[in-house]
């Protein structure tokens, strides 16, 4: 399997709200780190819309492949996603890695993306919608929530792109060995993600599909000993409240370096190859950050 180690948003300690993308980029690509990942957060600040963040990063770098952690997509219109993505890909040819998800992780996001139906049958449809707009060239869907005849978008990819989702209960597993292409998850352990890739692997199986091997992935959350308490507090308090079946929430993040290399092991051995790291909060300095984590992650890589 291909094990590669990206990297989530890198805030630093007295920054203003400037998400300073291009730094981080930059920052990325001169380490020679894979990926970097956009999370899909209407109302923090700092952050920027991930399809237009990822245009600009594409445009400020030559390497670096540039991900949605996860794009919301019940509430937007699939022809357009698929538009942008159709867009980005002519622009950045294979780095661009779309992921998907069903809801926004922010309650306070939710009336942003708002559906008519039930969230999960409009993601469907829409996923559909947009696979088969990113690799035909005229298109009619007659659907429950969408319709259009002989639509299309250009370009169109020369390799389709793979449509990663996002997702942890059973229903979303099910979800991805039916529809996906690959899995990217998080808040999760390393037996979750054992059991996991093997209710995916049974979906797939079922409906008759193959998904990539090295095609499983999750968030890491590293915790390190200068992080603000009342950061790791609150984010310990929200992993008790998202996943109450965990006895410890503090067994769902990374602490340190140590504890990062740790869970990469267990999480490989279980059948995952792809991760995106980020730290708890934020950091003392985002440039000594990641040459610590160049140092002491990338050589798990295999190059």
Partial sequence: ????????????????????????????????????????????PGSVDPLVGMAYAAGRTERLKLGTGVLVLPGRNPAIVAAQLAGLAALAPRRVLPVFGVRPARRGDRPAFPVAGARAEVFEEALQVVRALLTSPSVTHHGRFFAFEDASVAPLPAKPLDLWLG?????????????????LGSTITPADAETGRAQILAAADRAGRTIDEDHYGTYLTIVHDDADERTVDALLARLRADRPDVADPRDLVCWGWDGARAHLRRFIDVGLSKFVVRPAGRVTSRPAWLDAFAAELLPLENR
Avoid: H, N, Q, Y
């Fill in 1 to 44: 399997m291909k094990i590669r180690i990206g990297v989530g948003d890198v805030p630093e300690r007295g920054a203003t709200d400037d998400p300073g993308l291009a730094g981080l980029a930059a920052d990325l690509e001169s380490r020679g780190i894979d990926s970097l990942w956009l999370s899909d957060l209407v109302s923090a």
């Fill in 167 to 183: 997702g942890r209960i059973p229903a979303a597993m099910d979800r991805v060995g039916r529809l996906g292409d690959g899995w």
